[in-house]
């Protein structure tokens, strides 16, 4: 195992690491008997994400039109991949297929505009109390930011738990949610670009 890093040679791996220091967190969203599942060893090299070479074909760049809900010549915002517990979940992209890593300055400028517009759009919705955001990045190439809109006054479902309590509730229906993926992009259309009907 030696050769990756200090932090990788003194991590357990093969045993299961005590759940204890998340049980006591009031916003972790699980009580009782929990177990973690042993940790695993690294894989290195690090199979390919989708766009990359050798990996799978970009699911973006493939088909740009499934689930869009709103864009410009620089960026695009994804909504409704799926059914989702949260009023809203939407996706950022830019249009053009890059990394993180290999953005240009001005699209990297425009990143924070774009996070700002999204979650004051998200914000519209009725009963949103804030938008969350992350950026994950282990499954695809291409750069996407996800945006979760946490419920006002459900303040259980703050911080890094929410894309948890997401999975955990019940669906938004499919009309409530095309009716908030609308708003979102109609607020965002206000700055420019164009919204996209569903």
């Known amino acids: 195992m030696s050769g990756y890093s200090a ?4 991590l357990p791996y093969g045993e299961r690491v005590a759940v204890e220091p998340v049980l006591g967190d009031p916003l972790f969203p699980f009580e009782g008997e929990i177990t973690v599942r042993a940790l695993e060893r690294p894989i290195v090299p690090e199979p390919p994400r989708r766009g990359e070479p050798d990996g799978a074909r970009c699911g973006t760049c493939a088909d740009p039109g499934k689930c ?5 010549e620089r960026w695009a915002v994804y ?7 949260l009023p809203m979940m939407a996706l950022l992209t830019p ?3 890059v990394s993180l890593h290999s ?11 774009m996070i700002q517009r999204l979650a ?15 950026r994950w990045g282990d499954g695809a190439e ?6 979760l809109a946490r419920p006002l006054g459900m303040m259980q479902l703050r911080g890094a738990m929410l894309a948890v309590w997401n999975d955990l ?5 499919d009309a409530e949610f095309a009716a908030n993926a609308r708003t979102v992009a109609a607020a965002l259309a206000e700055g420019g670009g164009r919204a996209v009907s569903r």
Request: hydrophobic residues 45%.
């Open 120 to 134: 004051v759009a998200i914000g519209r919705i009725d009963g949103v109390g804030r938008t969350h955001f992350s």
């Open 103 to 113: 953005m240009g300055p001005d699209l990297v400028a425009g990143l924070g505009a």
């Open 95 to 97: 249009v053009e297929h």
């Open 7 to 10: 932090y990788h040679d003194r």
């Open 68 to 72: 869009l809900v709103w864009r410009d």
């Open 79 to 85: 909504a409704g991949f799926e059914p989702v517990g």
């Open 169 to 173: 509730l019940p669906r938004v229906p």
């Open 142 to 147: 291409h750069f996407h930011m996800w945006f």
